[in-house]
T-cell receptor
Framework: QKEVEQDPGPLSVPEGAIVSLNCTYS??????FMWYRQYSRKGPELLMY????GNKEDGRFTAQVDKSSKYISLFIRDSQPSDSATYLC?????????????FGTGTRLLVSP | SAVISQKPSRDICQRGTSLTIQCQVD?????MFWYRQQPGQSLTLIAT?????????ESGFVIDKFPISRPNLTFSTLTVSNMSPEDSSIYLC???????????FGPGTRLTVL
């Protein structure tokens, strides 16, 4: 079983839809959670960074962490065609810090005009 | 965030040859990382490179196959040696963020081995 599970998609939605992207994990020691966006033929770009449980909002993006369920989500409101990309979740333990990020395989999102 | 560049952006190589990938960052960073990203798989850390010391390799990766240099605080190279088609992948370098809480990634090098 992988430490971090992520549905590869693709997830296809119309422009303006609310998108929900999710990851589950098995390691209860994970404390820090990140979402990266990766456009085709580009490197991953950090979108959101959260610590422990709760919500964090940044513009159209909301990151949610539920440690009791070992489940994290990224919500995208009013999705745009420019949001079409692969979204990677990543996480790490407090004792290993940012040096040991564990990634999901990524979910490919397609937003049609 | 740091501006990171990689050279080459892509290459097609013959089996048995070696390729050196360069990673340049626009600010001084203590830690640089090298990853491999294969289709349908998660990013896999190859090694961590600190300036002035030997790189630290993850399980399954060895220095003879992936030698790394880190001559200063803004530059690193990864060599993929004696390549086989199984080495076809995207290779990414990353650096620690200014708050040392996460990593920023370069654009990647897409390698195809024939």
């Amino acid at each position: 079983q992988k430490e971090v599970e992520q549905d590869p998609g693709p997830l296809s939605v119309p422009e303006g839809a609310i998108v929900s992207l999710n990851c589950t994990y098995s390691n209860s020691a994970f404390q820090y959670f990140m979402w990266y966006r990766q456009y085709s033929r580009k490197g991953p770009e950090l979108l959101m960074y959260t610590y422990s449980s709760g919500n964090k909002e940044d513009g159209r993006f909301t990151a949610q962490v539920d440690k009791s369920s070992k489940y994290i989500s990224l919500f995208i409101r009013d999705s745009q065609p420019s949001d079409s990309a692969t979204y990677l979740c990543a996480m790490n333990e407090a004792n290993t810090g940012f040096q040991k990020l564990v990634f999901g395989t990524g979910t490919r999102l397609l937003v049609s005009p | 965030s740091a501006v990171i560049s990689q050279k080459p952006s892509r290459d097609i190589c013959q089996r048995g040859t070696s390729l050196t990938i360069q990673c340049q960052v626009d600010s001084q960073v203590t830690m640089m990382f090298w990853y491999r990203q294969q289709p349908g798989q998660s990013l896999t850390l190859i090694a961590t490179a600190n300036q002035g010391s030997e790189a630290t390799y993850e399980s399954g990766f060895v220095i003879d196959k992936f030698p790394i240099s880190r001559p200063n605080l803004t530059f690193s190279t990864l060599t993929v040696s004696n390549m086989s088609p199984e080495d076809s992948s995207i290779y990414l370098c990353s650096v620690e963020s200014p708050g040392a809480d996460t990593q920023y990634f370069g654009p990647g090098t897409r390698l195809t081995v024939l």
